[in-house]
């Protein structure tokens, strides 16, 4: 079985810290994903990464960054956190291709004050 | 861009009573559709998805789902649902290597 392991269940963060949400996964996936889950907007796509060092926006980039130096390891990075990023934060990856199905992990509540 | 759209935002229903979950999607070319559960505190989990081939598709924990390419629709079904079904749902649509998920809709599953 998939397993994707996010380092924290939750976290509590001051307005204007630097924040680093970090992800591994076991199965040697290539892709992995980083959405933001919102109530009412369901999951929005933040970044992706389809090979080590390669990434690519998604639908909300601003105000985040990414980083993916091993294949099994994606970081989400929240340069100066604001309170608009309070969130719940999935990350995910798949085996290669555009048809194959996203494995999650079980998020990370974000409280930014 | 390819996406859908959940029609119930919630939808409340009676233990072993029969359930369906709409969902619609834009894409006039192939496409491929997923179903996720989310139950409370926890990540997204694939029900069911939709590639090619039979367009009635069976998923896990007794969910079904049909692809319909002339109403552009893949509603999710039950014919009995549980009290452990209460959960959050999404459809999803492939877009390149990531998908796009609808808002979700609220399964209540009530006694």
């Known amino acids: 079985d998939v397993k994707v392991t996010q380092s924290s269940r939750y976290l509590v963060k001051r307005t204007g810290e630097k924040v680093f949400l970090e992800c591994v996964q076991d199965m040697d996936h290539e892709n992995m994903f980083w959405y933001r889950q919102d109530p009412g907007l369901g999951l929005r796509l933040i970044y992706f990464?389809?090979?080590?060092?390669?990434?690519e926006k998604g639908d909300i980039p601003e105000g985040y960054s990414v980083s993916r130096e091993k294949k099994e390891r994606f970081s989400l990075i929240l340069e100066s956190a604001s309170t608009n990023q309070t969130s719940m934060y999935l990350c995910a990856s798949s085996v290669d291709g555009h048809n194959s199905p996203l494995h999650f992990g079980n998020g990370t509540r974000l409280t930014v004050t | 861009a390819q996406s859908v759209t959940q029609l119930d935002s919630q939808v409340p229903v009676f233990e072993e009573a029969p359930v369906e979950l709409r969902c619609n999607y834009s894409?006039?070319?192939?496409?491929?559709l997923f179903w996720y559960v989310q139950y409370p505190n926890q990540g997204l989990q694939l029900l069911l998805k939709y590639l090619s081939g039979s367009t009635l598709v069976k998923g896990i924990n007794g969910f079904e789902a049909e692809f319909n390419k002339s109403q552009t629709s893949f509603h999710l079904r039950k014919p009995s649902v549980h009290i452990s079904d209460t959960a959050e749902y999404f459809c999803a649509v492939s877009e390149r290597y990531a998908l796009n998920f609808g808002k979700g809709t609220s399964l209540l599953v009530t006694p």
């Open positions: 990464s389809y090979d080590v060092k390669m990434k």
């Open positions: 894409s006039s070319v192939s496409v491929y």
